[in-house]
């Protein structure tokens, strides 16, 4: 379990130097899944070496979110002061990832659809 838990820990690490080296606007976890990812992909083997440690870690996954929690109880007065401002943001946001969502699939249903006249005849 240890060398599989360092082995996950290293691939953040270097998506975090990646990160700081290169100025990379994207968080460095995600850029070291996604280097996590690519060697997975290189060496499947080390899925089997891998997967009992990370199944481990979902388990718990619960016990991971307690920090964010002690960290809005602390700032609980600012977020009460911003309510509006993340109360219309959140509601915008959303509301422009379903239009988006349901525009792509829209559109992808046309793309994929057969031309009206050449419908399946039972």
């Known amino acids: 379990m240890i060398p599989a838990l360092a082995s996950l820990l ?3 690490l270097l998506g975090e130097a990646l990160v700081r080296v290169l ?3 994207v968080p460095g976890p995600v850029v070291g899944m996604a280097g996590l990812l690519a ?3 290189v ?3 080390w899925l089997a070496a891998l997967k009992p440690t990370a199944q481990n870690l979902l388990q718990h996954l619960s016990l991971l979110f307690v920090p964010a929690g002690v960290g809005v109880m ?3 007065q600012r977020l009460g002061n911003e309510a509006l401002a993340i109360g ?3 509601v ?3 509301l ?3 239009a988006s969502a349901a525009l792509t699939m829209a559109w992808l249903m046309k793309r994929v659809a057969p031309p009206t006249g050449e419908a399946e005849q039972p």
């Open 10 to 12: 290293v691939c953040q």
């Open 23 to 25: 100025g990379i606007p």
């Open 39 to 41: 060697v997975l992909v």
């Open 43 to 45: 060496r499947p083997a």
């Open 74 to 76: 602390l700032h609980l």
């Open 88 to 90: 219309v943001a959140l």
């Open 92 to 94: 915008l946001s959303t």
């Open 96 to 98: 422009i990832g379903l």
